[in-house]
């Protein structure tokens, strides 16, 4: 059996390359630092912008915000950094708030706009308060310019005693200051808005007293009317399915607008989702047409999968466009509803993320924004998995970025949290739901939520193992040695206490201190890719638990997601292309335009649309139903990172029945890109060293480099970075 | 030796006092509840509008925020109530922020500002989001109003899961709403401002190239231009001297305008502090006059004291005017600068307030405002003394007060800034200055902060009765005993470590291990009203400390405050009364009116405005020079509380050399009034029962009630509610 720690070993593996890197990023720094941004403290503009976003939630016209603490901005924040100049400099100071300026210590009159800093070495500091937005700085000089290098804090301790004397600000905590690439001073970081560009509609047609139009596809965005006339009642009903739209009873959103206007055109408040809208008026209201402005996050497709099977070409681009549009300033769920930032949503959203768009960002926002700020108070969405997939979050996001800086940032706030989460184990040390936890795993009927569930206790392993990885990072030696111990006693309670060796599975839960029999998926799943058993383990798990269909059957994409990469990890790409076919391929069948938030292809109709107890509860764009980005990238390309930011890295292609596919997938450095048919391989990295594993029936050839038989038809070939290989083989 | 446990015999003796006061209050609530008015989370719009306040100082055009971390509120807030109707009724609503209103969990569409709520028993919820300002509700029906028996939380746990079921709520920690007395609808919480009312200067004269107005005294509030006209620079330089108008190069606080005016008022934006103003104006720019509008807290006087000394009526209502400036929408230590919420100010603030205006409502909200939020992460406005003052202003809260309600409201905030200064104990278990900490004590030149300071463990003593106080009033017997045992040991260890046996006095501070042998008044002052100190110790601090002119005097109102009240607890009322006379005397013979942050009666003319270094850095007005009105009440009427909200009180007069005084002391239940003279003594009260003690040559006569002979000359009385007694005896 492999233990968590093994997995842990890019971090010590890698030590060198991640310093190395850390210096070429701090290069990067000091070379980017010339151009001005808005900064703040970091975290807070996150939090701010995302109880925006998630607060943009209605349902049935009524305003329906989050139900777990959302946290608010530091009102005052210090700003300041030390430059040495060789000339004399103006400086431009934008703030978004109260603030006061002070060179070495001496403040300006006033609100200073415009300030001269002399040759020399020179401390700037911006004093800013501002309850009701973000506080914010915008400076620009030739040299001095606001950026990341800024250091920040919400207490500063410049106290003076009687004298005049300032004092003891040694224990002040500076931070690196936040941003997002707003380079703008006359766009203020409070009025961020997504960018829209107009669509048009495909039809229109009259249907009972309304006007039906299709925007032929899922969308979002703002209805606008054209050429609006008239006074009275105009009514919008947005349907993600035709039905939905006509059923004005029970549609889920809707605006119901007084309108009074003489021609122009009118675009609503809020942006919604649909891919039908119903628009009812009063009698002498009228309108030209209806086009939206579909409202998007601006993020670019680094990655990409194509194959000679079209039916997984269009899940592809439907699974691309599902990830597109629940995309915005955050990973959020959904986008009829919740539109909110749920950790076990993004957490899935962060490993497509990996594959397609590669956007360290949005990705860093999102785990920003869920933190929240301490105390702790609740889990993160009122959810225990949902806590514990934060961290496995913050190990991913090293692992593919590299990003140290980050990762070590947070350690303070991963350290809160967990201090949290190991205040609520109980007497066997296991995590086991609390009142007023919530233990969510899956939407599942009849799924036991009692005593210590084994799935938690996976997650919770992997997520002590992200503490010893983080505080060995930062160099907090007593802390990573205490929790990668408590990791080691978790990971050996779960096979103490869950594991059946009778049914060679790991069981559901443990209660009243006593294993349960029944076996479930969640846990096994996991403990496959999360490499915790041993294979003989892994193999006797896949028939007894993976392709046993007496074992309660997975329904929503979101634990199909870890179905599907569990079998992968296993071998099974075969297999998993039939499901994908059969799940994905499915809903296409439907119609759908982008991938659900649960499909049962035992409905039929409109009852695929009902969930939650209401008709049209259910999601038709949901974040989680787009896995195949993933699976294609990771286990079909084969491409993964075992070190910090590709840094090393393995790529063992598998077909899956697939004649051939060839692909990109985005590192720090750039794409390595892939093509694989049954007897050739194309590969080149411009990242790391590589390890290219190949199942062949006969010793493959390449030109640069030579492949290593490891015995029952495996071959192993060293990538270097930046060089082309071709290779012959012959797939098993 | 008394033990400081004994102290808190209040707690203990009244408590079925205490309930039925408690019972009393409810039902006052009960009546009340018809009477709508603004609500929130407690302690989040006092937080607010502390924010709002404290960044109104500027010093010289400079924006001067203060140097901790300042919080904020949750932006998103449930509300509920549950009410049983009788009939059904029409409900209005007004809320600050997005929301939506529930009734039985169903909710209204829209945002709705009339609902109709049917007989029976129902529960109305709004949730409100809110980031600028306060999320706050303002409810009316002719039942169902908004009111401190409201319900509010931060996180109210409303999940479903997929069958549409709300889930465990079980653990969502309710609160009272918190409110202050906003009964219109239109006047929004975020709005409010302090009431001015129009005042006139005195003179008007023309002096080097400016008009220099006089107000005749110390002021606050906005001057206001009459006719201004003309277009250019005018420049307002405020002083609390003559001389700090008229140096513009140092004055502390100005407004530079630019005018552009054909006449017309102009009123400056910010407040001021000042008696004079020196008014600069380009050539071409005319006024009127100068008027201002003086702006105050409207806060009642409730106690009085008058007596046959001229000079003492004089220092007493000085006193009072001192108190009013200092005291706006919390009690701010000086109305020039900082015009912030300091604890260790605040505290004294509050126990003149028993005995002048006794406004719970300005304690309530000074509270909660410095306690802010978790975590904690400094000491309370950075200073060590002043985290521990806030325990103890919470003590006198309740024991002045009575109000059960709030201190047990305030128990978390209470419990984890406890919990942080815990966590800063040195090895010996004592209070010591670590990096970061302000050790403040007093303004005092070459005052040792080093090592563990005797001053420190005695406000952390009293600290930790308060703990153990409210532990108990909420039931929490397991902390109540653990607070109470580690007070115990502090106690202990001051008396072990710091009592030095030939000297007769507790020594400074405690360094490496050991006791210093450098005395200073502090600690020895705090020992004798803590009551921490057998009869003969004390008696031997007042000639070894005290009256010794060895150990260092001091030179601030601050820790005169308690050095008087030190001496007036040893009944040293003749003393303290040629020390009020000199002292507080000496600040009006220089002119004053009102009472200065400091005084050394060895300075001479503009010498007595520098501090800080800066000429006139001194505050002229601050809240802690007006001590007297608590020396006068306290120990010269002598009315004390012994229950919480004297439901058992002492009255004690000592004339201190006076011939006759009279006056007023407020309780919960309105005043008790007193005239003393050598042989004539008239009380009365409306509240609990009270001990009179008298010191007398002969046997006191009473009409009402008699006394008992407690040997040495002093005799005691019990005095019941609502009686009035008239006394004769021979002052000795």
């Known amino acids: 059996m492999n233990t968590g720690l093994q997995n842990l070993k890019f971090k010590i593996q890698n030590l060198k390359w991640a310093i190395s890197f850390i210096a070429f990023l701090s290069l990067c720094q000091t070379a980017l630092a010339q151009k001005a941004e808005w900064v703040w403290y970091p975290g807070d503009y996150e939090i701010w912008l995302s109880n925006q976003?998630?607060?943009?939630?209605?349902?049935?016209?009524?305003?329906?915000?989050?139900?777990?603490?959302?946290?608010?901005?530091?009102?005052?924040?210090?700003?300041?950094?030390?430059?040495?100049?060789?000339?004399?400099?103006?400086?431009?100071?934008?703030?978004?708030?109260?603030?006061?300026?002070?060179l070495d210590g001496k403040a300006f009159e006033g609100y200073p706009r415009k300030i001269t800093v002399p040759a020399g070495k020179h401390k700037i500091?911006?004093?800013?308060?501002?309850?009701?937005q973000v506080p914010a700085i915008f400076v620009r000089g030739k040299k001095i310019v606001s950026d990341s290098t800024w250091l920040v804090t919400f207490e500063d301790k410049e106290w003076i005693?009687?004298?005049?004397?300032?004092?003891?600000?040694?224990?002040?905590?500076?931070?690196?200051?936040?941003?997002?690439?707003?380079?703008?001073?006359?766009?203020?970081?409070?009025d961020f808005k997504l960018p829209v560009k107009p669509a048009e509609a495909a039809t229109s047609t009259k249907e009972s007293g309304g006007t039906l139009i299709d925007f032929g596809k899922e969308t979002f965005g703002y209805i606008k009317l054209h050429n609006l006339k008239g006074r009275g009642k105009l009514a919008i009903y947005y349907g993600e399915s035709r039905e939905e739209a006509l059923d004005t009873a029970h549609t889920e959103?809707?605006?119901?607008?007084?309108?009074?206007?003489?021609?122009?055109?009118?675009?609503?408040?809020?942006?919604?989702?649909?891919?039908?809208?119903?628009?009812?008026?009063?009698?002498?209201?009228?309108?030209?047409?209806?086009?939206?402005?579909?409202?998007?996050?601006?993020?670019?497709?680094?990655?990409?999968?194509?194959?000679?099977?079209?039916?997984?070409?269009?899940?592809?681009?439907?699974?691309?466009?599902?990830?597109?549009?629940?995309?915005?300033?955050?990973?959020?769920?959904?986008?009829?509803?919740?539109?909110?930032?749920?950790?076990?949503?993004?957490?899935?959203?962060?490993?497509?993320?990996?594959?397609?768009?590669?956007?360290?960002?949005?990705?860093?926002?999102?785990?920003?924004?869920?933190r929240g700020k301490d105390p702790v108070t609740s889990h993160i969405n009122t959810i225990m998995d949902y806590t514990l997939y934060w961290f496995l979050g913050v190990y991913d996001y090293y692992l593919y970025s590299g990003d140290a800086a980050f990762v070590k940032d947070n350690y303070d706030r991963m350290k809160s949290l967990m201090a949290y989460v190991l205040g609520r184990r109980n007497k066997d040390g296991l995590l086991e739901g609390l009142p007023g936890d919530w233990v969510f795993i899956d939407w599942a009927e009849g799924l036991s939520k009692q005593g210590a569930v084994s799935f938690e206790q996976l997650l919770f392993a992997r997520s002590l193992e992200t503490m010893a990885l983080v505080a060995d990072l930062v160099q907090e030696k007593e802390d990573a040695g205490m929790y990668a111990g408590l990791a080691k006693d978790v990971k050996k309670k779960l096979f103490d206490l869950y594991w059946n060796e009778q049914k060679q599975a790991i069981v559901h839960s443990y209660v009243n201190?006593?294993?349960?029999?029944?076996?479930?998926?969640?846990?096994?799943?996991?403990?496959?890719?999360?490499?915790?058993?041993?294979?003989?383990?892994?193999?006797?798990i896949k028939n007894t638990v993976l392709l046993n269909n007496s074992v309660p059957p997975i329904t929503t994409p979101y634990m199909r997601f870890y179905e599907m990469e569990a079998l992968c990890?296993?071998?099974?790409?075969?297999?998993?292309?039939?499901?994908?076919?059969?799940?994905?391929?499915?809903?296409?069948?439907?119609?759908?335009?982008?991938f659900w938030e649960e499909y049962n292809p035992k409905k039929s109709g409109a009852e695929h649309y009902a969930m939650y107890g209401r008709k049209y509860g259910k999601s038709l764009c949901h974040a989680w139903g787009a896995s195949p980005l993933y699976l294609l990238g990771k286990y079909y390309l084969g491409v993964k990172p075992t070190g910090a930011g590709y840094s090393t890295y393995t790529i063992e292609p598998a077909?899956?029945?697939?004649?051939?596919?060839?692909?990109?997938?985005?590192?720090?450095?750039?794409?390595?890109?892939?093509?694989?048919?049954?007897?050739?391989?194309?590969?080149?990295?411009?990242?790391?060293?590589?390890?290219?594993?190949?199942?062949?029936?006969?010793?493959?050839?390449?030109?640069?480099?030579?492949?290593?038989?490891?015995?029952?038809?495996v071959y192993e070939l060293t990538l270097e970075k930046d060089k082309k290989y071709e290779i012959k083989y012959q797939a098993l």
């Open 655 to 713: 077909l899956g029945g697939l004649k051939w596919m060839e692909g990109k997938v985005p590192t720090p450095a750039g794409n390595i890109e892939l093509y694989c048919s049954t007897n050739n391989i194309k590969v080149s990295s411009p990242v790391g060293t590589g390890k290219l594993v190949l199942k062949s029936k006969k010793a493959p050839s390449s030109k640069e480099g030579s492949f290593v038989n490891k015995g029952n038809n």
């Open 253 to 370: 959103t809707y605006d119901k607008l007084n309108i009074d206007q003489t021609g122009g055109d009118y675009t609503v408040d809020l942006s919604k989702a649909f891919r039908f809208v119903n628009i009812i008026a009063d009698a002498g209201i009228s309108f030209d047409k209806a086009s939206m402005l579909y409202e998007y996050a601006d993020l670019q497709d680094k990655g990409g999968f194509k194959c000679n099977d079209e039916e997984i070409n269009k899940i592809y681009d439907v699974a691309k466009y599902t990830f597109h549009l629940s995309t915005k300033e955050f990973f959020i769920d959904g986008i009829k509803r919740d539109r909110w930032v749920w950790s076990g949503d993004a957490y899935q959203s962060y490993l497509m993320n990996y594959y397609l768009t590669n956007d360290n960002g949005t990705v860093k926002r999102t785990t920003l924004s869920l």
């Open 125 to 132: 500091n911006i004093k800013v308060f501002n309850q009701a």
């Open 569 to 594: 990890a296993l071998g099974e790409q075969n297999y998993v292309t039939k499901e994908m076919k059969s799940y994905w391929g499915g809903m296409l069948k439907l119609g759908a335009t982008s």
């Open 161 to 190: 005693d009687e004298t005049g004397k300032t004092s003891d600000v040694s224990t002040t905590k500076w931070m690196n200051a936040g941003m997002w690439n707003f380079y703008d001073p006359k766009q203020l970081p409070s």
């Open 513 to 540: 201190g006593k294993p349960t029999d029944h076996v479930t998926r969640y846990a096994n799943m996991f403990a496959i890719f999360f490499d915790y058993l041993s294979d003989a383990q892994k193999k006797n």
């Open 53 to 102: 976003m998630q607060n943009r939630r209605t349902e049935r016209g009524v305003f329906f915000p989050v139900f777990w603490k959302i946290d608010n901005h530091y009102p005052l924040i210090d700003f300041h950094k030390v430059f040495e100049l060789t000339e004399p400099e103006e400086v431009e100071i934008y703030v978004q708030g109260q603030y006061n300026v002070k």
